[in-house]
């Protein structure tokens, strides 16, 4: 099963040319910084930039869940950006998780010198709220690879309802992707680390985890982020001892999906955001990038149970 999902996601990134080069792939990745060479990249002479080693993913294998799409997404071409050539991504759907393992293999190869076959990019279906999925994904990802070193719980998703008018089943399904999603991704991901000696893992809370969001209510999902937030703190005393890192990465708002949505509904929202924020605007996905390498790599190896908040300056007033 492990070996028929390697093949096929090689298939997946090796397909000549897929989509690299094309005038599509160029536009949507043209408002971010070009990817740095994936293998160390070589400045002008042959002489590698001088860079601080501990940032390096070079030879490190992840896993991020919600990578098909929006910050997850933004932390793989973190990784790959850094070094990384080997990643499981977990998504709900298989076919987006498969895409986005393509695409990021297109576009690190159209930015530097690297080929298909550099990268061992696997897209795997994982609902994070079900144990059992996750479970799953994390046995595919090491009869793969056969270790893992930085994880990433990204997958989360956001609902803005009163209290009195948010129904139930619904608060219920937020905690289950948000809180019970976390846990069992970070208990998966520790399983196994500690016999490998250790590993870093990266929870994706929220700036909400310390202040309330205005004027939108959102009660759950700010609960929801004070919990992983503290559970990164409870782990990560729990598997100090064992090599096993949790920090938690919390942004503020940040331009995805997720926050287009709402921003959809109330086009005055944005401006509102904006004002609320020291820095004066909404961040970019990529504004994350060096803040998740830090926390996954060997360059946080003495942070644990951790917070690093990226949000404009959001929280400080
Ligand atoms: N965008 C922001 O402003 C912002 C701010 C603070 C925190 N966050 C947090 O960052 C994380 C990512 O948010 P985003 O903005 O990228 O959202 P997004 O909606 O753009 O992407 C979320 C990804 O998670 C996947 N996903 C959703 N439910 C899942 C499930 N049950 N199992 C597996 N995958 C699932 C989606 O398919 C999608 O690919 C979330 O945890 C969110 O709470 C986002």
């Not at 799409?69 to 932390?75: D, P």
């Not at 080997?86 to 986005?100: C, G, H, P, R, V």
């Not at 990802?141 to 930085?150: K, P």
């Not at 990465?249 to 709402?262: A, F, V």
Request: hydrophobic fraction near 40%; proline fraction near 4%; include cysteine.
């Amino acid at each position: 099963m492990s070996t028929q999902l390697f093949a096929r996601s090689i298939t997946v990134v090796a397909r000549p040319g897929a989509r690299a080069g094309s005038s599509a792939l160029r536009a949507r990745f043209s408002t971010r910084p070009a990817l740095q060479n994936a293998a160390p990249a070589q400045a002008k002479g042959g002489k590698s930039p001088r860079v601080l080693q501990d940032f390096s993913m070079e030879g490190r294998v992840c896993l991020i869940t919600g990578g098909a799409r929006g910050l997850g997404n933004e932390f793989c071409r973190a990784f790959i950006d850094s070094g990384c050539t080997t990643m499981a991504i977990l998504d709900l759907k298989q076919s987006e998780a498969e895409d986005a393992a393509r695409d990021l293999v297109a576009t690190a190869c159209l930015n530097s010198d690297s080929k298909p076959e550099d990268f061992k990019i696997i897209g795997l279906e994982c609902d994070v709220s079900s144990e059992r999925s996750v479970i799953k994904a994390f046995n595919e990802t090491m009869d793969t690879f056969g270790r893992l070193d930085s994880v990433v719980a990204s997958a989360g998703i956001v609902e803005n309802y009163s209290a009195f008018d948010y129904p139930f089943d619904r608060i219920k399904r937020l905690y289950d992707i948000n809180v019970h999603g976390a846990f069992f991704t970070a208990r998966e991901a520790a399983r196994n680390m500690i016999p490998q000696g250790g590993g870093a893992i990266v929870l994706v809370s929220s700036m909400s985890a310390n202040i309330v969001n205005i004027p939108q209510p959102q009660t759950p999902y700010n609960a929801s982020k004070a919990a992983v937030k503290h559970m990164a703190a409870s782990l990560g005393v729990e598997w100090a001892k064992k090599g096993v890192r949790v920090n938690v990465l919390s942004p503020g708002y940040m331009l995805t999906k997720l926050t287009k949505t709402i921003l959809e509904h109330d086009r005055e929202l944005k401006k509102t955001w904006e004002s609320l924020t020291p820095m004066g605007r909404m961040g970019e996905p990529h504004d994350l990038a060096g803040a998740v390498v830090f926390l996954a790599s060997d360059a946080s190896r003495f942070m644990t149970g951790a917070e690093v908040r990226v949000d404009g300056g959001y929280c400080i007033i």
